[in-house]
């Protein structure tokens, strides 16, 4: 293949070869779309001409500016400049919702991976994804203005466009992301982070699943054939003994085993390895050197509280015990007594590196597993009664957790609804306020009148006159201020209605009127300068506020984290949040330093907020997805999913041997 170069010779990189496929498959697959509809060959060209430009400033190729002089639209991103046109406006702002929530997930999981893609170039990408809703929607107006279209024409387009758009971009996302994953390209965001940063590449590697996915055997399996190849090689085994003698061997060796535990006195570092061992036949090796494994990788786990190691550490003599007696320890179907090995680090792994032998959990396991150095004899009966006393106490805490979260169901509920209308309120700002906008009424409009927008679409909807008039009116004050001379004399005329229209819209959310004067006081200060001519007021643009996390009134259990105010973009989630079951264990890394563990006791439906239960308390988090998203690179924020703590000892025993 021929050597792709950049503007100014530069060889492209690979990032830039995927980058410029993305782009291109982009503008294929809108033209595809918009080819079931449009039969125009230069209305197509001009869509995906805009898409592309588009597409280029979002992915930082060119600035925002050049988009925006090229097609006119300086007062704001989708043009609210005259009321005959706001039906068409607010349709668009429509069908960006609809096409973002139809594609949430797979344009979410393909942004993390494009976020990646450009990690290591000097282009950094914005929130908003390049081949996202914006891209489209900014084209529908481009070709709109282009085509000279009137507001009733533009409206029927885009009823027409928009099951051919829904149905060609989702796929294409798909595809997309299969590419990149095919390519290698990772998410950024991990959903399990190495708990010990300090391992070397080898040893990470080697707690991996691909280590475990490049054995030819099953780990377990391989482990217990080269012990096995291991003892047979040697020159003298049990096998050569007397059955009574060996069987009397095996006898001692049990009982030397309680005796050891029973007094505290310890164990030798190896059993399989002291003069024991070597007495003993070669499946009775193999199995007691994958014991010995196991209990030495758990001893050593940097994922295990000190607490679960002890218990873990507990289960050693019995381990032992049952590798002297059991024929079915290492058989294909796993042993109770492995299972139970595996359940308790799997829930080890989800509990505070701190949490102490007194925890509920920690206790009833001690309680359950403690019979076990105390029985005369050991088979598999005793383990797989234990393993299901285990797993019925872990599978009831669960059960707790999710039911002392279900009275917040309600207010789950309303803080959902309120989400989804802030977000939409936020969504249209973003659409409307351009490059070019005036610093101080762009902050009265981020900061005070998406409130007033949150309220119209919490309380009427979208689809609302209601919602209309505040967009409209939000509009209105962006365009006045123009400092152009020519529209003074136009503004003075309409500033007593403008003003108005924004008091009666701050009186709706409760703002008293010394409130509302200082909210508007910077508007006027602008105004007033336009119409005298003189210099406007210099403001620098209002700092994006992040997440705040806080109690709610009269539920001293729960606490919310979500935004309060505007906020730009999107916020993609790893496809593991973006995919989350009820029940399932995740951890959230919170802003005041604490970690909130537990299960996921509700998912609201329209997934924009959940409730996350303590197993061990009565606290509950409601998290929001943006507020969630926001703190995804927080290293104690992650989905848990069950790992088998045998097979990563079994593993690295076969690895680093």
């Known amino acids: 293949m021929p050597q792709v170069t950049l503007t100014g010779g530069k060889p492209a990189t690979r990032a830039d070869l995927l980058l410029a496929h993305a782009r291109d498959s982009f503008l294929r697959t809108l033209r595809q779309?918009?080819?079931?509809?449009?039969?125009?060959?230069?209305?197509?060209?001009?869509?995906?001409?805009?898409?592309?430009?588009?597409?280029?400033?979002?992915?930082?190729?060119?600035?925002?500016?050049?988009?925006?002089?090229?097609?006119?639209?300086?007062?704001?991103?989708?043009?609210?400049?005259?009321?005959?046109?706001?039906?068409?406006?607010i349709e668009l702002m429509n069908l960006d919702q609809r096409l973002r929530d139809h594609c949430v997930r797979e344009l979410s999981a393909l942004h993390l991976r494009m976020r990646t893609l450009l990690a290591d170039t000097d282009r950094a990408l914005q929130d908003e994804s390049p081949v996202g809703s914006e891209s489209v929607c900014r084209a529908l107006r481009a070709l709109k203005e282009a085509e000279r279209l009137s507001p009733a024409e533009g409206l029927k387009l885009l009823g027409q466009l928009e099951e051919p758009l829904l149905r060609h971009l989702s796929a294409y996302y798909r595809e997309l992301e299969h590419q990149f994953v095919d390519a290698g390209i990772e998410t950024h965001y991990r959903a399990a982070p190495t708990p010990h940063p300090t391992l070397s590449i080898a040893e990470d590697w080697a707690h991996s699943a691909a280590a475990r996915a490049s054995l030819p055997l099953h780990p377990l399996d391989a482990l217990r054939l080269a012990a096995l190849a291991r003892r047979e090689a040697m020159p003298q085994a049990m096998t050569s003994l007397d059955p009574g003698l060996a069987s009397a061997m095996l006898e001692r060796v049990e009982a030397w085993l309680g005796e050891r535990q029973h007094y505290g006195e310890g164990l030798p570092a190896s059993l399989g390895t002291s003069e024991l061992g070597a007495l003993l036949s070669p499946s009775k090796a193999a199995a007691?050197?994958?014991?010995?494994?196991?209990?030495?990788?758990?001893?050593?786990?940097?994922?295990?509280?000190?607490?679960?190691?002890?218990?873990?550490?507990?289960?050693?003599?019995?381990?032992?015990?049952?590798?002297?007696?059991?024929?079915?320890?290492?058989?294909?179907?796993?042993?109770?007594?492995?299972?139970?090995?595996?359940?308790?680090?799997?829930?080890?792994?989800?509990?505070?590196?701190?949490?102490?032998?007194?925890?509920?959990?920690?206790?009833?396991?001690?309680?359950?597993?403690?019979?076990?150095?105390?029985?005369?004899?050991l088979s598999e009966k005793e383990f797989a009664a234990t393993f299901d006393s285990v797993e019925t106490l872990v599978r009831g805490r669960q059960r707790g957790a999710l039911a002392r979260a279900s009275v917040f169901a309600e207010e789950a509920s309303r803080l959902e609804r309120r989400e989804v209308a802030l977000h939409q309120a936020s969504r249209a700002i973003?659409?409307?306020?351009?490059?070019?906008a005036n610093p101080v009424v762009q902050n009265f409009v981020e900061g005070y009148w998406v409130h007033v927008l949150a309220k119209a679409a919490y309380r009427y909807g979208t689809d609302s006159p209601q919602w209309a008039a505040r967009i409209q009116t939000a509009n209105r004050l962006l365009a006045s201020a123009n400092p152009d001379p020519a529209t003074r004399q136009q503004l003075l005329a309409q500033l007593p209605e403008l003003i108005r229209d924004l008091e009666q819209g701050l009186a709706s959310i409760r703002l008293i009127p010394e409130k509302i004067r200082d909210g508007l006081a910077p508007c006027?200060?602008?105004?007033?300068?336009?119409?005298?001519?003189?210099?406007?007021?210099?403001?620098?643009?209002?700092?994006?506020?992040?997440?705040?996390?806080?109690?709610?009134?009269?539920?001293?259990?729960?606490?919310?984290?979500?935004?309060?105010?505007?906020?730009?973009?999107?916020?993609?989630?790893?496809?593991?949040?973006?995919?989350?079951?009820?029940?399932?264990?995740?951890?959230?890394?919170?802003?005041?330093?604490?970690?909130?563990r537990g299960f996921v006791a509700l998912i609201g439906p329209l997934q924009h907020i959940l409730l996350i239960a303590d197993g061990d308390s009565d606290a509950v988090l409601a998290i929001t997805g943006r507020a969630l998203a926001q703190q995804l690179d927080s290293p104690q924020t992650r989905v848990f999913h069950d790992e088998s703590l045998v097979d990563e000892a079994a593993t690295e025993k076969l690895i680093n041997p």
């Open 430 to 436: 973003y659409l409307m306020v351009g490059h070019q």
């Open 524 to 596: 006027r200060e602008v105004h007033a300068a336009i119409i005298a001519g003189r210099p406007l007021p210099v403001s620098s643009r209002r700092r994006p506020v992040p997440a705040s996390l806080g109690p709610v009134d009269e539920k001293p259990n729960l606490r919310v984290f979500k935004h309060k105010q505007y906020f730009a973009g999107e916020l993609p989630l790893a496809s593991d949040w973006a995919e989350l079951e009820l029940g399932q264990r995740v951890s959230v890394g919170l802003p005041d330093g604490s970690v909130m």
């Open 288 to 377: 007691v050197e994958v014991v010995e494994a196991v209990c030495t990788h758990a001893s050593a786990s940097p994922s295990l509280p000190a607490t679960i190691r002890t218990i873990l550490a507990q289960l050693r003599v019995p381990l032992l015990r049952l590798a002297l007696r059991s024929e079915t320890l290492l058989a294909e179907k796993r042993h109770p007594a492995l299972l139970l090995v595996d359940l308790i680090a799997n829930l080890g792994r989800t509990l505070p590196a701190n949490c102490p032998p007194e925890l509920p959990i920690c206790r009833a396991l001690m309680q359950l597993i403690h019979p076990l150095g105390k029985a005369p004899r």
């Open 33 to 89: 779309a918009a080819g079931e509809v449009i039969r125009h060959p230069g209305w197509i060209n001009e869509f995906t001409f805009a898409a592309g430009e588009c597409f280029d400033e979002l992915a930082g190729l060119r600035e925002r500016q050049d988009f925006e002089q090229a097609h006119g639209l300086t007062a704001s991103r989708i043009s609210l400049v005259h009321d005959s046109d706001l039906d068409y406006s």
